[in-house]
Every structure is written in C-alpha cells, then in structure tokens.
C-alpha cells in the first residue's frame, strides 16, 4: 500500500481542506459555491462542515452512505477504462435540492449528519487505507464518488484518491460541478474522469434547486476540469416538463461540442418520478431519442441513451457492512469523535438559516 502523510484510524472531525478565516471569527468555506461563511456552531448549507471557535471541520470524513460494485460503463462512463469494474461510494451531503432527487437520504443526509454532529451516528466509518483495500480485495480497476456531491466530502475524497492511484486504481468523481476552481485545483492531480450534470441552460432551473446556483459558473467549472486535464463526460437527465425542451437541449448539445470537443460523450438518462416530482411521467424513449437526434445534428459524435436507467443509485443496495473486512458490529459502532479538542461542549447542532445565509 501507498502510504500518506495523514493516518486517520478512527472517526474524527476533519479540518476543512479549503478554509479562509476571517477577522470577525468567521469562517468561509471555499468547496463549493455556496462559499458559505459561518460563526462559531454553525454548519453550511450542505451540513456537513461545522464551525468550532473559528476553525472548520467536516463531520463526514470516513462515513460511508452506500458501496456498490458495477461496470464503470453505468456511472455513466464510456471513454475511460470500458470494461473495467468500479466501486462506487458516497457519504451525506449536497450542496443543491433537487425536486426530482432519487438520493434523498443519503444526498441531503440531514438525519446522517445531525446524529454525526450529536455523537450518535452508527454509520460505517472506513479510513482511506480501508478503502482502498477493500477496493483491491474485491478486484476492482477503480472507485467512483457518487450518490451524494462529493465536492463536499473533499477532504476524504483526497485522501482516499491520493492512496487509490499510488496502488493503481483509477478514480472518477460524479458531480453537479457547482465546485470551485480551488476545489478542481486540488482534485486534478487525482482525478481521473469527472463525470457531470449539465441540468440545464434555464437559470430558472437551477435557481429552482439551488439560489446560489449560476449556469454560467456550473459550465465554467466542467470547463476547467477539462483544461486541468480531467478526463469530462457529461450527462442531462430528462424531466418532463422541466428541461426537455428540445432547443434549450440543443444549446447543451453545442455547448459540449464548443467547449469540451465533438467527441466528448453526453449521457441522456430518463427521469424517473420521485419526491416532489413523483407527479410527473417517466420521460418516455421517443423524447429520448429526440434529444440525442438534435445532438447528432450539433455535431456530438458520442451520445448515449439510457433507456432504462435513471440517476446514479447504488444497485445492489447491500448494507456497506458487506463490503467491509470486520463484523456488523464494529462497523457501526457509535461515532464520536476521537480527538478532545470538543470538550464538553460537543459539536454544536445549530443549523444553516436563511438569515446567516453566505454573503
Ligand atoms: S455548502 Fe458545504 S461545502 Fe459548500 S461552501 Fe457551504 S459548507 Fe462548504
Ligand atoms: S440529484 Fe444530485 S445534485 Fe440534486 S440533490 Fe440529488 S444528489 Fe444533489
């Protein structure tokens, strides 16, 4: 095994990768583009970092929401590594809020994440170097961060990439891109593939699951992950009523061509009804393959149709204990953090408000 400069045995409160402390006891996070400023106690929007006493922590270094093994072919991946298998894993935590989420639990995670936050939390904690050997023992070629956004687990998703490619293990990091540069920045050197949303071009859209959220910024960053030397594919889910209008679907089709090139793949997958939006039809196959028709006409020569497949789900749905080297038991254990800089005080609870939202 490759060996990293930071050991993390047990489950313990992370310091946030990308931090910027400020005068007035502040703290912005710098992941993703909430770039969320937060007092003593308060988490982010996506609840998975804390202020303590004007330091940030991640609470979810080490938790694991879900591990599934499949054909990387269905993250959707089809340029990188065709045939080989992958192991997929996620934790809690994102940084928008889809209507139409099929994560929901593990996505938003705010029940995982407030039991973390109290001490409570018998989720499945797995250093990076179990990780990665527990990729090797089951003889995949990689490890796919998905399920929830991992823009916002970046301390773990670092450590774990980092240990993956020194044992020769390919890494590929599912995403909605709304990242920043410095988070992209820091991920290039172990990042493989970036397979990403492009929701939409409406504004409305995306102000619809996320206020802070720009198309502009979401398309910047794909954009840099491919001039980091990220290997970009893209992928739009079709909601009915939503985003499947035909030319806005167009200006996505000329939008990869422009910027990402004619043979960068764009993966169409159908919607499935669910949460707010379970009153809305499965998106049916001739819309579909409309979509990837005015694909073909912008000039994509890679376009995938995924009749039968919605969003990235873990399949299998076995309990992550299953993957695991140790008993049911000491996998969920409960955790609480290892080190003592908490004190009695714990880790404080109050939530994300709209009146502290980032400014
Ligand atoms: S939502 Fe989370 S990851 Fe994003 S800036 Fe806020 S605290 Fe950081
Ligand atoms: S669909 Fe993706 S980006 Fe949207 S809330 Fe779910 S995990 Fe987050």
Not at 9 to 26: P, W
Not at 86 to 111: A, E, K, P, Q, T
């Amino acid at each position: 095994m490759g060996s990293l400069s930071k050991q993390t045995d047990n489950y313990q409160l992370q310091e946030t990768r990308l931090q910027e402390k400020l005068q007035d006891g502040t703290t912005r996070c710098h992941l993703c583009l909430w770039r969320c400023r937060l007092k003593h106690g308060q988490r982010g929007f996506c609840q998975a970092h804390v202020n303590r006493n004007g330091t940030l922590y991640n609470l979810s270094y080490g938790i694991l929401s879900a591990i599934d093994i499949s054909p990387v072919e269905e993250k959707p991946v089809r340029h990188f590594r065709p045939g080989t298998r992958v192991m997929s894993i996620g934790s809690y935590g994102c940084s928008f809020r889809c209507g139409g989420c099929h994560n929901l639990d593990i996505s938003w995670g705010v029940d995982a994440l407030d039991n973390l936050a109290r001490g409570e939390s018998t989720e499945a904690y797995v250093s990076p170097q179990q990780m990665v050997e527990t990729a090797l023992r089951h003889n995949v070629q990689g490890i796919a961060f998905t399920y929830s956004e991992p823009a916002v687990w970046l301390e773990y998703v670092l450590d774990v990439a980092e240990l993956a490619k020194a044992n020769g293990l390919y890494t590929v990091y599912v995403s909605n891109s709304f990242v920043t540069d410095e988070a992209l920045e820091e991920l290039a050197p172990y990042i493989d593939v970036l397979c990403s949303d492009i929701k939409s071009l409406d504004q409305e859209f995306y102000t619809d699951i996320c206020r802070m959220a720009k198309v502009g910024d979401v398309l910047a960053s794909i954009e840099k992950a491919h001039a980091l030397g990220i290997h970009v594919e893209t992928r739009t889910n079709i909601i009915p009523t939503r985003n499947d209008n035909l030319e806005m679907l167009r200006g996505i089709a000329t939008w990869i061509h422009d910027h990402l090139g004619e043979d960068s793949p764009w993966h169409i997958t159908r919607f499935f009804p669910a949460f707010k939006l379970a009153h809305l039809p499965a998106t049916d196959s001739t819309t579909l393959w409309a979509v990837h028709d005015v694909a073909r006409q912008a000039g994509l020569k890679n376009v995938y149709v995924y009749d039968d497949k919605g969003c990235d789900c873990a399949q299998e749905n076995l309990p992550v204990a299953a993957y695991l080297d140790e008993s049911e038991e000491a996998v969920h254990q409960v955790k609480k953090c290892h080190a003592s800089c908490c004190g009695d005080e714990g880790i404080l609870l109050k939530k994300y408000e709209v009146s502290d939202s980032p400014k």
